[in-house]
């Protein structure tokens, strides 16, 4: 392939795309939309390149005391449809870091709480358009200490799946959502559940 780095260990060629303008087209307290100008290393001019401007985002890989894992079935307006995803959400400007979002998020969802937590890592949700990263925490030893407390704007239900389940769904398309899919596979990778 010409123009792929097949190593991710060796950094990329140099020569990224220089902004040359920014038009700022919306800007609300959960999405600013930007129209840039830019230019390519080829000396295109692309405008405008859409880029949003989204708050960071955290994901919960939650693995119960039984080895279950904690998942939402929640509507999502864009797919139009229930969505089998892991715990997550914007993370607010209270939050001192991702583990903290990620234990907040965990609690209003489902009423869960976690024994133990780690920061698995972050990902670029959709590096051509958006500019937020999303955090991935695992918890481990959830146990339910509460109520789910939602919010105005979700409509969902918690979902206690066991492993073999949780591996079918990843593999057969049970988990629709490349972010959430994604998030539980590097939180169960690196809870020494699944290996590749």
């Known amino acids: 392939m010409r123009g792929a780095n097949r190593n991710r260990l060796t950094p990329p060629a140099p020569g990224g795309w220089e902004t040359l303008s920014t038009r700022n087209v919306l800007d609300d307290p959960w999405l600013r939309v930007e129209a840039e100008a830019v230019r390519t290393p080829a000396g295109t001019v692309l405008d405008p390149w859409w880029v949003l401007n989204l708050p960071d985002w955290v994901v919960v890989v939650a693995i119960t005391r039984g080895q279950e894992v904690v998942l939402v079935r929640q509507w999502r307006q864009g797919a139009r449809d229930f ?67 939602l919010e105005p704007g979700e409509t969902l239900e918690t979902v206690v799946m066991a492993m073999a389940d949780v591996r079918r769904i990843l593999c057969d398309g049970g988990m629709e959502s490349t972010l959430h899919a994604t998030g539980l596979l590097r939180g169960l990778c690196a809870a020494g559940i699944l290996e590749f």
């Open 83 to 149: 969505v089998l995803e892991i715990p997550g959400g914007i993370m607010d400007a209270s939050d001192i870091d991702p583990i903290a979002a990620g234990s907040r998020e965990l609690l209003e969802e489902t009423g869960f709480a976690a024994e133990a937590w780690r920061h698995v890592g972050e990902m670029w949700p959709d590096p051509a358009r958006n500019n937020n990263r999303c955090h991935v925490v695992l918890g481990t030893g959830c146990h339910a200490v509460a109520e789910p407390r």
